[in-house]
């Protein structure tokens, strides 16, 4: 469950907290392994076969560990095939019904259509990002649709997003963000790591708990070109 270069996302996370002086350790787990208490979590894309391995083989106990984690507002970062495995289930394009972890009030069904290429999106004002737009990609079948106790992580502007037809992306639900923008998406937006970081050490240490600014130089002038190339 780590695809189009998604791994990336945990090596931005780390060299963010390191140019900190922010200690990191970081576990890897298996579908066997138990998981590893953690203040951040990160679960990367997957195919369906990928996703019918993980959720057959998903113990009860990794589920209860998980659903404490979250209600205790640990932070989340699910990209892909993970955001459709949290949701309730996946119809995929055999359909075939693969149960998800019924952690986020959401369903996917696999579609005809491919969704891929470049996204821009406008993030949902409740994050209150100083920088609001989200640069990606995304490539992906599933079109995933969000229930009632839920709210998206933000509105397409160039894309596709959760299922092309109603504009959402992705996810929100207490500190978990579920999307599906690939590529990998931190070390594009920097300021969606920072945003990570500072929860997670918010949720450890209290309000009022500030992470040091860096030099962003490089990472912006990529940003901006990239806003720049697709018009926005």
């Given at each position: 469950?780590?695809?189009?270069?998604?791994?990336?996302?945990?090596?931005?996370l780390?060299?963010?907290?390191?140019?900190r002086?922010?200690?990191?350790?970081?576990?890897y787990?298996?579908?066997?392994?138990?998981?590893?208490?953690?203040?951040?979590y990160?679960?990367?894309?997957?195919?369906?076969?990928?996703?019918?391995?993980?959720?057959?083989?998903?113990s009860?106990n990794?589920?209860?560990?998980?659903?404490?984690?979250?209600?205790?507002?640990?932070?989340?970062?699910?990209?892909?095939g993970s955001?459709q495995?949290?949701?309730?289930?996946?119809i995929?394009?055999?359909?075939?019904?693969?149960?998800?972890?019924?952690?986020?009030?959401?369903?996917?069904?696999?579609?005809?259509?491919?969704?891929?290429?470049?996204?821009v999106?406008?993030?949902?004002?409740?994050?209150?990002?100083?920088?609001?737009?989200?640069?990606?990609?995304?490539?992906?079948?599933?079109q995933?649709?969000?229930?009632?106790?839920?709210?998206?992580?933000?509105?397409?502007?160039?894309?596709?997003?959760?299922?092309?037809?109603?504009?959402?992306?992705?996810?929100?639900?207490?500190?978990?963000?579920?999307?599906?923008?690939?590529?990998p998406?931190?070390?594009?937006?920097?300021?969606?790591?920072?945003y990570?970081?500072?929860?997670?050490?918010?949720?450890?240490?209290?309000?009022?708990?500030?992470?040091?600014?860096?030099?962003?130089?490089?990472?912006?002038?990529?940003?901006?070109?990239?806003?720049?190339k697709?018009?926005i």
């Amino acid at each position: 469950m780590s695809t189009y270069g998604d791994s990336g996302n945990v090596l931005a996370l780390q060299k963010r907290c390191e140019w900190r002086n922010i200690e990191v350790k970081i576990h890897y787990s298996d579908i066997y392994d138990s998981i590893y208490p953690s203040d951040i979590y990160f679960w990367g894309g997957g195919q369906d076969k990928a996703q019918e391995v993980v959720s057959s083989n998903f113990s009860q106990n990794k589920l209860d560990f998980l659903t404490k984690e979250v209600d205790n507002n640990k932070v989340f970062l699910l990209i892909c095939g993970s955001y459709q495995l949290m949701g309730k289930y996946y119809i995929d394009s055999n359909n075939n019904k693969i149960e998800g972890l019924g952690i986020l009030d959401v369903y996917t069904q696999s579609s005809n259509k491919r969704m891929i290429g470049n996204t821009v999106i406008e993030t949902n004002p409740k994050l209150n990002l100083k920088v609001k737009k989200i640069v990606g990609f995304e490539n992906h079948s599933g079109q995933t649709f969000l229930g009632k106790k839920i709210e998206p992580f933000g509105y397409v502007k160039i894309g596709f997003g959760n299922n092309g037809l109603d504009k959402t992306e992705g996810s929100l639900f207490k500190n978990i963000i579920a999307c599906y923008q690939h590529g990998p998406l931190l070390p594009k937006n920097p300021h969606l790591a920072d945003y990570i970081i500072s929860k997670a050490i918010e949720n450890r240490y209290g309000l009022g708990i500030k992470i040091n600014e860096i030099d962003n130089t490089l990472e912006y002038a990529a940003y901006n070109s990239r806003l720049k190339k697709l018009k926005i």
